[in-house]
């Protein structure tokens, strides 16, 4: 029996506790859905006044467009077969660009960029080259940023490779989600592993260091066997990270999700069976298990920030960005500030009347309390490392953090008790617990109880 057969056959689901409930990934705390319009431009343009010169910075640029929609994906773009809505678009980032450089120029010092979407590359060559002149025109970067792009092989050719090389990128991320050809008709993703393959290596080929691969779990038609045989083509090409995510089935926010057929979808025991296989799998390979989902080589800096306790959770997912401010560009983008956290305008025609007039796009966010940072520290913790210092929280935050040790003190000894326990100075979450992080996480969260957000499956 092969290895992958083995492990197919040794797969067997775990049960636990709160397998099916629906929780939130807690890439921020508090989560979007509780972000309101009270915090605006002039909130945010205190905020980045208050910057000081040393402070080290990241951007996110968020290009809402894709010329093909994914239907499992939820994030906030809009297809279109024209590039004029695209290049209009442009011209409004490099506004907000201008604007943003303008208030930040006296504080803040760039230390890595993100480019999202949506699909940054369906930019043309020419416009990528004129994002980059226009970030290093308008923000001080440091010598060693890092620049990482979220790359569809589809859309790349070899213009947009050597565009992005040569504005600096140093990471790339391919959506590759499942090679089954069966599994990407049916969620509208038809990319061939020798398409992939080939954008692999031609980032390689021009100098990028590290390769993220994004594969996907819980989607239409997957089974065991397809999930180890794509995780096993991905292996081949040797990425230097790899992130594992369940499928997000919320067609009640995302209504292209409606054309997946429900009966198509794994259960939460098949979810599960599927998540613990390819995970086997790739730690098997010799990768370093990172949070939830995420892997890497054990000499990647991902891994060697995990090593030290300095991985840290943003809206890309697990990082080794220090940074405490986040800037966002584009429509719906996030910012995070040591004071809170603001969203832009979600609607792209909406975001570009904004910026067009030099204001901000800040539609709303939320001022964080020394509480929303303590239960944000704890369930940061969780999620990065599972498990945190009943020491360190006290020393952070006082007399919040020992109400925080109580509420913790309450769930080790309770019923749900399997979820978190208390060894030595710690809170811990079992090793066979741990698929279930976001679960234990949503434990302290304050707001989950009086939101109104739907959220997906915990695995």
Request: charged share 20%; with cysteine.
């Amino acid at each position: 029996m092969s290895t992958s057969a083995a492990a197919i056959h040794a797969t067997r689901p775990t049960p636990a506790a709160g397998l099916g409930d629906n929780v939130p990934r807690y890439t921020s705390y508090p989560t979007a859905p509780h972000f309101h319009p009270g915090v605006d431009a002039a909130t945010v343009r205190g905020w980045m006044d208050a910057l000081a010169a040393d402070d080290e910075i990241s951007l996110y640029l968020h290009v809402p467009y894709c010329d093909r929609l994914c239907w499992f994906c939820a994030c906030h773009t809009k297809q279109t077969r024209h590039y004029a809505p695209v290049a209009a678009f442009l011209r409004s980032l490099h506004r907000e660009i201008e604007t943003v450089g303008g208030l930040v120029s006296g504080g803040g010092r760039v230390r890595a960029v993100h480019f999202g979407g949506g699909s940054p590359t369906m930019l043309k060559p020419d416009d990528i080259l004129a994002l980059g002149r226009a970030l290093r025109d308008r923000f001080d970067f440091l010598d060693d940023a890092s620049l990482s792009v979220e790359i569809d092989p589809n859309d790349m050719d070899e213009g947009r490779l050597d565009a992005f090389a040569a504005i600096g990128m140093t990471r790339a991320s391919l959506g590759v989600q499942d090679f089954d050809p069966k599994v990407q008709k049916a969620i509208n993703r038809e990319q061939s592993f020798a398409l992939t393959k080939s954008i692999v290596d031609a980032v390689r080929a021009r100098g990028v260091f590290s390769v993220n691969l994004d594969l996907l779990y819980g989607l239409p038609h997957q089974t065991l066997e397809s999930v180890a045989a794509t995780v096993a083509q991905t292996l081949t090409l040797t990425p230097d990270r790899l992130a594992l995510f369940g499928y997000a089935h919320v067609p009640w926010f995302k209504k292209h999700q409606t054309m997946i057929d429900e009966a198509w979808l794994p259960d939460s025991a098949a979810r599960l069976a599927q998540s613990q296989l390819a995970a086997r799998l790739i730690v098997d390979a010799g990768y370093e298990a990172l949070g939830l989902d995420h892997f890497a080589k054990p000499q990647d800096s991902l891994a060697l920030a995990a090593k030290s306790g300095k991985i840290r959770r943003n809206f890309q997912g697990y990082t080794e960005d220090q940074c405490e401010t986040l800037i966002g560009l584009g429509p719906s983008s996030i910012s995070r500030f040591r004071q809170g956290y603001a969203q832009n305008i979600v609607a792209t025609g909406e975001y570009e009347k904004a910026v067009n007039c030099g204001q901000l796009a800040t539609a709303r966010g939320i001022e964080l309390s020394i509480d929303d940072l303590a239960r944000g520290w704890v369930i940061e913790r969780l999620m990065c490392n599972f498990t945190f210092s009943a020491v360190d929280l006290v020393e952070r935050f006082g007399a919040v953090g020992q109400g925080l040790l109580c509420e913790a003190s309450r769930l080790a000894i309770s019923g749900a008790g399997e979820l978190l326990r208390l060894e030595g100075e710690s809170f811990t979450v079992p090793k066979e617990s741990r698929p279930l992080v976001r679960t234990v996480a949503a434990k302290f969260d304050r707001y989950l109880s009086s939101g109104t957000g739907r959220h997906s499956l915990a695995v």
